[in-house]
């Protein structure tokens, strides 16, 4: 075709006429007029545009991009609410592990104590009555629970129980100034009195004033009169200071607890007293002492092929 002024109107009417096609069939959707044209098109060049799909697909491609972002953007929103859920689940996977551990800590001081124990969890802490160091859990009445049994973790004495309701029990901690319990020391079996100090470490006086005592030594549970309060041999602590003698009856003791009464969470109440005293049989193994490393000293003697110097 010539190019003459009839054919280059009848390219722009051309033009035209496909932008107005194009225009009708985006606004009409699904609904469009020119849908069955466009059916029947694709099947008609179906195997043409087969054909040439490796050179457009990468122009198709980015255009589904653009076309796409906004419910990319959604999905990409999607996923960071689902890594945040996932973060929290391991968040609470963690601390159920670390409850688990405190669990099974738990369970192994009741059983080389041969305790009898019912567990149960710290709901609160403070003052149930009057100003006093303790805690309340969820367990009562309905579970076994009664005054004046034994409170401990898998670290040691927690507390005695003072109050009961029918879910729940109030526990006086071994910290607590009105507490005092009857301690043994580890194998010497020197016997005393363990008194609370807040905040502080407990306060121990041992019946004989000349009792060899060092840093370090442990003290169990002595025990009460039908295993009430107290059962023997549940860990209280070790000694951190000893204080001087000065011609005293009885030797004062500072001593450290085994439990850590600020993160309490998991504890057992004994409500089956063993059959006979387990003594120090529920204390861990203390840790070995660190071997010393030996030195050797290497002295450097002079060659014999060296000459003396002038």
Same mark, same amino acid.
């Given at each position: 075709?010539?190019?003459?002024?009839?054919?280059?109107?009848?390219?722009v009417l051309l033009v035209a006429v496909a932008f107005a096609l194009i225009t009708v069939d985006i606004r009409g959707g699904e609904q469009s007029p020119l849908d069955g044209v466009r059916h029947a098109a694709a099947s008609a060049f179906g195997p043409v545009e087969a054909g040439v799909a490796d050179a457009v697909d990468p122009v198709g491609n980015a255009i589904a991009a653009v076309r796409d972002s906004g419910g990319r953007h959604s999905r990409i929103?999607?996923?960071?609410?689902?890594?945040?859920?996932?973060?929290?689940?391991?968040?609470?996977?963690?601390?159920?592990?670390?409850?688990?551990?405190?669990?099974?800590?738990?369970?192994?001081?009741?059983?080389?104590?041969?305790?009898?124990?019912? +567990?149960?969890?710290?709901?609160?802490?403070?003052?149930?009555?009057?100003?006093?160091?303790?805690?309340?859990?969820?367990? +009562?009445?309905?579970?076994?629970?009664?005054?004046?049994?034994?409170?401990? $973790?898998?670290?040691?004495?927690?507390?005695?129980?003072?109050?009961?309701?029918?879910?729940?029990?109030?526990?006086?901690?071994?910290? $607590?100034?009105?507490?005092?319990?009857?301690?043994?020391?580890?194998?010497?079996?020197?016997? +005393?009195?363990?008194?609370?100090?807040?905040?502080?470490?407990?306060?121990?006086?041992?019946?004989?004033?000349?009792?060899?005592?060092?840093? +370090?030594?442990?003290?169990?549970?002595?025990?009460?009169?039908? $295993?009430?309060?107290?059962?023997?041999?549940?860990?209280?602590?070790?000694?951190?200071?000893?204080?001087?003698?000065?011609?005293?009856?009885?030797?004062?003791?500072?001593?450290?607890?085994?439990?850590?009464?600020?993160?309490?969470?998991?504890?057992?109440?004994?409500?089956?007293?063993?059959?006979?005293?387990?003594?120090?049989?529920?204390?861990?193994?203390?840790?070995?002492?660190?071997?010393?490393?030996?030195?050797?000293?290497?002295?450097?003697?002079?060659?014999?092929?060296?000459?003396?110097? $002038?």
């Amino acid at each position: 075709m010539r190019d003459t002024r009839e054919s280059r109107l009848l390219l722009v009417l051309l033009v035209a006429v496909a932008f107005a096609l194009i225009t009708v069939d985006i606004r009409g959707g699904e609904q469009s007029p020119l849908d069955g044209v466009r059916h029947a098109a694709a099947s008609a060049f179906g195997p043409v545009e087969a054909g040439v799909a490796d050179a457009v697909d990468p122009v198709g491609n980015a255009i589904a991009a653009v076309r796409d972002s906004g419910g990319r953007h959604s999905r990409i929103a999607q996923l960071e609410r689902e890594n945040a859920t996932l973060k929290q689940r391991l968040g609470s996977n963690d601390r159920n592990r670390g409850r688990a551990r405190e669990l099974d800590a738990m369970l192994k001081t009741a059983g080389r104590g041969q305790y009898g124990i019912k +567990g149960a969890q710290v709901i609160a802490i403070g003052a149930a009555q009057g100003f006093s160091w303790t805690v309340t859990i969820d367990a +009562g009445s309905n579970d076994g629970i009664r005054r004046d049994m034994t409170v401990l $973790d898998g670290d040691g004495l927690v507390g005695r129980v003072t109050t009961v309701s029918r879910s729940t029990a109030t526990v006086l901690l071994a910290t $607590d100034p009105k507490f005092t319990v009857g301690t043994r020391m580890e194998k010497s079996g020197e016997l +005393g009195f363990a008194t609370g100090q807040g905040d502080r470490s407990l306060r121990v006086e041992l019946l004989n004033g000349k009792a060899v005592v060092h840093e +370090g030594d442990r003290l169990v549970t002595f025990g009460s009169s039908r $295993d009430k309060p107290f059962v023997p041999g549940v860990p209280v602590g070790e000694v951190t200071r000893v204080e001087p003698a000065g011609g005293s009856l009885t030797r004062t003791l500072q001593i450290r607890p085994f439990v850590g009464f600020s993160r309490l969470d998991i504890v057992g109440v004994v409500v089956e007293a063993p059959r006979t005293d387990p003594r120090d049989t529920v204390l861990p193994p203390k840790p070995e002492a660190p071997k010393p490393t030996p030195t050797v000293t290497v002295t450097a003697t002079p060659s014999a092929s060296a000459k003396p110097q $002038d």
